[in-house]
């Protein structure tokens, strides 16, 4: 009897071993807190983030409602018909973008700022980590309002198990300018350059490892939220032009005159490396991703951006096709991968300023800027000072169109900040036109698994 | 772990009571088992003194030599396929002749009720399905779910795509988890075997979804490597109440495969040789066009390159209507098996022995796809004296799977994506000195013929299931037994895929795929999953009641290494990856240890006719938030065999079962991850998406089942009608999350899910005559699926494309696998035509599974020749068909032969209309079989005079589909295997049908 026991106890000791496991990816636990590594792990990750949001076609989605880019794909017709036909579909890979990569980068920038490797800086370091911190976050704010529209965005508070409300447009508008400015007192009180070493990207067209140059960076960010807030349909907030102005004059105040284009390509830009281990290219590239006929038929005879465009083709889907892309778009030139893409150059600060200075009644000014990027990435003859705020608008939306297709929704931007829907490119004969009512799909809806998890209550709070 | 050591030790005690055996006179009885109604022995049958352990086994011959205590007694002769008999042995007989009829309806196998014990079909508390390996071979299996095809009720049982290879879905009793394991536990003689599915790299070509493979590669779940010509017989045990025995993976059910065992007495050797064909079942009626509309086209639609009809048609001739589905998927490939088994035994029985050998090519319905086996199977029986056996089964296979290129892809790369987008007046088939020309519709240039002939897409899985068995009869005495088996068994494969697209297609010229033509993507994945079981068996038989104790320890590790490689921008002729110009990595891994106790208890009393059982299984595993916490699953229940009887009928038993069973959390979803973001080379992290919850612990399903079983008419009728209910709580979820808070999703334990059910067997023998018999089996089983109570706000699941085209949602109230569809939209302006707001309306258009299903198998046979058939019916179920919606819009006015009608699905759509969610009722002729059994004397003709048997067969199968739906199949899925999601149709691999003729000889 004791034999028949003890092989069964000795068999259950020798089989009953600890049940632990390893866990397959890093995490929380697994990662050295607070060390030099952990603290550019965690500020890489955000940058890459953000990388990868505005790879997750922030550059595209605009130039499509814009009626500039058009991507007929033969095995996914929605690139058009989520556009032209039907909106977005808040569960779909167009409705349903836009939105969680952002958060995904605030919240990594809350727990960055709460790790002991960022807690055990000195104040200084502390201060122009955060700033740097805060001026990205910014800026993925704004690309949130850019494709959320009127439909609100949330504010990202402390606490992840909590939903905060979503907000109106205005009401994130004026956070986000404050967080620029909170930025700015940090890198103004930090260190001259970042705790952390920052992409290439961000040395190609100026060092903005430099706290002087992200203090440039966070001005003009501040001064693109101030425009959005003064040219805001709903909620135009008087201040803020001139605002704008501030912010911008502090951002450009190296201007050269006459302008270069070195000038006008200043900023961080996005690099990207499709060798191996990143596998990380450029976004741009696409066998579908193609310009309007409009767009090609549009430019100003003399225009040397026109050289840009080139023969492509594409099958007809929901009656809707195109026949010629941008260069940079070509998927057989393997060199493309690489190209980097500016995050915010000073064109577009430029052009910002220009809005600025049309809406405090400059329009002077507003036609030197805007001559700026005409005469320099156009090619074309400067305009004479304009003598209409309508004038200057319609030039500068020209700029806005052939400057920042495939690069993001500037143009889209503009034309619902002075409601220019029915501008005749948009609504010619052979476009789709929903409808005097409502043109243009001008922005995303807010997606479902946010609609899901607020059981349906999506409206904006103030 | 001290008060379930303390039960196992109690458990032990309990089974060595001492001295109830005390010695007893006894004497030696010989006897011969034969089939009723002729003089051919039956082999193998088991001989029992009832009452007693006393018994034995019948030789090669049918002849048996048993010990029979002193005085009267009843011997119980039972043999798989025959009806139990028991007769009496008077006090002064030492010979017994028997006659067993053929147990036609099944009613006396045994049927599994715990690790290491079984009971009587017809004492048995659960609706256990038993198949044997006649029903599963009827027709060449590709593997063994398709044939368990319509054979088991309350399986759902669903062919992934056509592609040749597998990848099939069985599901038992609806839909338990969310996001933990769906699947039945597979065990094959003790070893559980992994029944993962891997990606083969397809999307790296395909571009379906993220990293180098994905869902979207048309995965094969690995069950398909199983030979189906080595099964003995298939249990399938359906829920909890017959599997909470298996702990954290008896909560889907248990499939319990028992191979081939050797027998004493003369060598067998079964010869089987196969030749057959495949062919395509259904394709797409495509719009044809006149040269004159054709022209019209072209010049209206001028694809890439040319300006209108002219120039295109001097590049391309009008090729009149021209079936590219015909051009690609018309191969009517040879396909082939040889399998051959040898089965015997010394004459004492001591040694036995089963090995078989086969060889299997499937051909595809392309020239290029395939399907090739080899697999070798030893399976060995050594008794050591009285007390020790050993086991040992080992079975080696090598598989070759050559699938294609099918399923979802956002290259232009799938023939069908191609084929939806390019008029039927451009030929594929057409070459200019030589060399296919490139497709000017397709934005990819791809030529389909040309893809197919030289992108290669093998998948070698080398793979060991190997058991060894040590059984020690402790005591065996007239009264008691007392055994143990220690049981080791492991299962181990390598999955080596490989996807090569070289560099000179116009595929990869195009510059769709990546900038750098050629791609190879090679995958590694290694599996290694094994078990260890201690048993202890103590049989105590008196006269009022036998006990049948258990006990026992488990413990299971299963490893899985998942390494991809992908090189892009290849010299032509070359693939190693190291030469690429882009490279790229993916790897996976998990391990998982788990560790559980058991013990059980039957009692068999009232002449047999009421049987009671209790068991309890403990168990812990890694993957759960407190790794050493072990979880308790119970079962009990009970059966009666009535001894009042209706009139007609032979006997009547009711039963009831109740079990729990758990299903064991995912690996690592206790962990909250870092998600590792690569830039400039350095190497970021942020927070994963996921937040775990490290206090996780398995989900609980609780089953209670009861029916009856009647047979009825001497044995003529059988039914078996059972009803059940499942209570799923603390259900594993990745609730979603605002995404706005960093997160997408949460793990909890949380909300409850129920599964209501009816499954009924008919079994009739209709006619039964010296010449003809006509057998038919009737299943029928329903299944109904609510979420009763959810924590978390409803929240989108499982695979899918958008709730535009029909998509899958958690939501209290609702079936876990209902459909949702967006249906419309209401667009809101201000008093001056703003836009204000829009509206979507969210329609609960179905579920994904059907209503009912039903399977009707039928065999006829006259004299020698039999014919079989089976047809599987299912009724309901949503398919969501954007096959269709890859037609309708493709070639301006849809490429449908039935524009009209397309047009009109494809406007009904643009208007937010769920025109894309179909149903997907089918009826299916799965299996026809016509056999001739050619006699011995024309085997001893033919073969010689060593040849016992030779049959000839003629078989089919999947020969004929009836359905409304507009697809190519409504069994397929663009995603595989998966709880929730998976009828997705996304231009899939075409299904096909199958031709054999089959030659079996037996010596």
Known sequence: MKKYIAAALTSTLVLAGACQDNPAAPSRDNVVAGSQQTLQSLATGIIAQDRANYGGNYFLWGGIMARDAIVPTANESRFVTEFYVTPPDPSDFIGGSQWTGYYQLLRASQLLLKDKAFTSLSAADQGAARGFIRTLDALSYIRLIDYRDQNGVVIQGPDATVQDPIRTKASVLAYTSALLDSGLVDLKAGSSTLPFTLPSGYSLHGDYSQTANLILLNRGLKGRVEVMRALDPVAPNAASAAAALTALNIALAGAPSPMTEAYLNTGPWYQYNPSSPES????????????????????????????????????????????????????????????????????????????????????????????????????????STFTTASAAINALLYELRYTFTYFGPQHIVALREYNMFNLAYVTQAGMPNKGAADPLVSSLPITRNETNARNGNITPVP | MKSVTRLWIAAVLLAVIPSLGHAQQTRRVTGHVTVQGGTEPIPGATVQVVGTTLGGIADDNGNFNISVPAGAHQLRIRRIGFAAKIVPVGANDNSVNVSLARDVLQLETQVITGQATTVSRANAANAVTVVNTEQINKVPQQNIESALQGKVPGAVITSN??????????????????????????????????????????????????????????????????????????????????????????????????????????????????????????????????????????????????KGATDYFAANPYAGCTDAQNQLYGNHGLSYETAASLRGGTGDGNTTYFTSAGVKHDAGITSTDGYDKQNLRINLTQQFGPKINLRANTEVLHTLTKRGISGNDNNAINPLDVISGTPSFYDFSRKVNGVYTSDPWAVSGANILQDQEVIKTPENVYRLIGSAQAGWSAIASTRQTLDFSLLGGVDSYSDQALIYSPPFTYLEQSGVISPYPGTVANGNTNVVSANLNLNGTHKLILSPFTATTSFGLRQDRAQVDNVFNQGKGLFPGITNIA??????????????????????????????????????????????????????????????????????????????????????????????FLTPLLEDGVNGLRQGAQIGLNTIKPELTTEVEGGFDATMFGGRAGLEVTQYQKKTTGMVLTAGLAPSTGFTTKVINGGTMRNVGTEVGLNLVPIQTSIFTWTSNTTFSRNKNKVTSLPVPAFATGSGFSERFGSYKIQQGYSATQVVVFSGFDSTFDANGKYVSRARHELHIGDQNPDFQMGFSNDFTLGRLTLSSLLDWRKGGYVINLTNNYFDFNVAGSNFADTLAAQKRGNAFLAGQPVYAEHGSFAKLRELTLSYDLGESFAHRMLGNRAKDLRIEASGHNLITWTNYTGYDPEVSNFGNAPIGRTQDVTPYPPSRQFFLSLNATF
């Open chain 1, 280 to 383: 990380a290219a450029n976004p741009q590239q696409g066998s579908s991703s193609l310009v309007t006929d409009n767009f090609v038929n549009s430019f100003m005879p003399g225009d040397i951006r026109a050289a840009n465009v080139i023969p492509a083709s594409a099958p007809t889907v929901a009656g809707f096709t195109a026949s010629h892309r941008l260069k940079l778009t070509d998927p057989n030139n393997a060199a493309l991968q690489s190209s980097p893409i500016p995050i915010v150059r000073n064109a577009e600060l430029i052009l910002l300023r220009a809005q600025a200075e049309i809406a405090t009644g400059d329009l002077a000014g507003a036609t030197n800027d805007i001559n700026a990027v005409h005469t320099v990435e156009g090619g074309l003859p400067a305009y």
């Open chain 2, 161 to 306: 795509s056509g592609a040749p290879g597998g990848g099939i879905q069985l599901q038992l009793r609806g839909t338990n988890t969310v996001n933990g394991n769906y699947q039945p536990l597979y065990v094959v003689d003790g070893v559980a075997v992994d029944n993962s599915a891997f990606g083969n790299g397809l999307n790296s070509i395909s571009g379906a979804g993220g990293a180098i493979s994905s869902t979207q590669d048309q995965q094969v779940n690995r069950i398909a490597d199983l030979n189906p010509e080595d099964i003995e017989s298939i249990e399938v045990l359906k829920g909890p109440s017959a599997g909470a025995i298996y702990g954290s993976r008896g909560a889907n059910g248990v499939v319990v495969i028992t191979t081939k065992r050797g027998r004493a007495g003369t060598p067998t050797l079964d010869i089987v040789q196969r030749f057959g064909t495949t062919a395509v079942s259904n394709t797409l009626a495509l719009r044809c066009f006149t040269q004159a509309q054709a022209t019209d086209y072209v010049n209206a639609n001028p694809p890439a390159g040319f």
């Open chain 2, 579 to 672: 030469t690429a110009t882009q490279t790229a990595v993916n790897q996976a891994q998990n391990d998982t240890k788990s560790f559980s106790y058991y013990a059980q208890e039957e009692i068999l009393t009232a002449n047999e006719r009421l049987l009671l059982t209790g068991a309890i299984n403990a168990e812990r595993s890694s993957t759960n938030g407190d790794a050493n916490k072990f979880y308790s699953y119970p079962k009990a229940s009970i059966s009666y065999k009535l001894p009042w009887l209706p009139p007609k009928t032979d006997n009547l038993k009711l039963r009831l079962a109740y079990g729990k069973a758990g299903n064991r959390v995912p690996t690592n979803f206790k962990y909250t």
